[in-house]
């Protein structure tokens, strides 16, 4: 990314605080708040630009632009050789962890649909 006129390489994860102890929390947390999926529930910003977008349904923007957006990501990761198999340290991606909770809002569109 290009932020403020800096190229910029944004890291991403999760914090689990059950897994850590009580004393490491404060540090972790203020870590946490300088990325993670406060903004967006973890989808790219320039999403929400998308005309006629429903996220976390089978909306045909979403669907396209998701599916190309995963697929680059996933093929810069490759080229970086970043995945475990190629001896980098990501042993596991999700694309999509909060699906569950806003299933039924979305009714007949939030259907999951295996392709």
């Known amino acids: 990314m290009i932020i403020n006129g800096n190229r910029e390489l944004l890291f ?5 605080y059950p897994r850590s102890p009580p004393e ?12 993670a999926e406060w903004n967006q529930g973890g ?5 929400r630009e998308v005309p006629n977008i429903t996220f976390r349904s089978y909306n045909e923007p979403f669907m396209h632009h998701m ?6 990501v996933i093929s810069l990761m490759k080229k970086e ?3 475990a198999p190629q001896g980098g340290p990501i042993i596991m991606a999700q694309i999509e962890n909060e699906y ?5 809002a979305y009714r007949d569109d939030g ?3 295996a392709g």
Do not use: C, T
């Open 100 to 104: 569950n909770n806003v299933q039924l």
């Open 81 to 83: 050789k970043l995945f």
């Open 43 to 47: 989808f790219p910003y320039w999403l």
């Open 111 to 113: 259907k999951y649909i």
């Open 12 to 16: 991403s994860g999760s914090v689990h």
């Open 67 to 72: 599916q190309k957006y995963a697929e680059m």
């Open 24 to 35: 490491m929390w404060h540090d972790i947390i203020r870590k946490a708040m300088k990325e």
